[in-house]
């Protein structure tokens, strides 16, 4: 089965910036649609952006205007552009499938805003 490694967490200030990815260890134009999933503390893991293979995106309306997902199909890779980060942002980020199936999740990569 295909592996998800997600990377480029860290601690950022409110208002700042990153970018996460996603390395699949296999071919992702196989899957139509794949997504950035978070969970913060105490709250369960929710989809906050998708992205199908032809590159359409949808976000919830929290992160629009602040958030791009973007994929390269050539590379395998998920990205997750985050600007005007706010702590509510805060949580552990997971990249998978949107749809009813699922991968194996990653490890996922922690994000934490905090001045």
């Known amino acids: 089965q295909v592996q998800l490694v997600e990377s480029g967490g860290g601690l950022v200030q409110p208002g700042g910036s990153l970018r996460l990815s996603c390395a699949a260890s296999?071919?992702?134009?196989?899957?139509?649609?794949m997504g950035w999933y978070r969970q913060a503390p105490g709250k369960l893991r929710a989809l906050v952006a998708g992205i199908t293979v032809g590159g359409a995106p949808k976000y919830i309306e929290s992160v629009k205007g602040r958030f791009t997902i973007s994929r390269d199909n050539a590379k395998n890779t998920v990205y997750l552009q985050m600007n005007n980060v706010k702590p509510e942002d805060t949580a552990i980020y997971y990249c998978?499938?949107?749809?009813?199936?699922?991968?194996?999740w990653g490890q996922g990569t922690q994000v934490t805003v905090s001045s």
């Open positions: 998978n499938l949107v749809g009813p199936e699922r991968l194996s």
């Open positions: 296999g071919n992702i134009s196989n899957f139509n649609a």
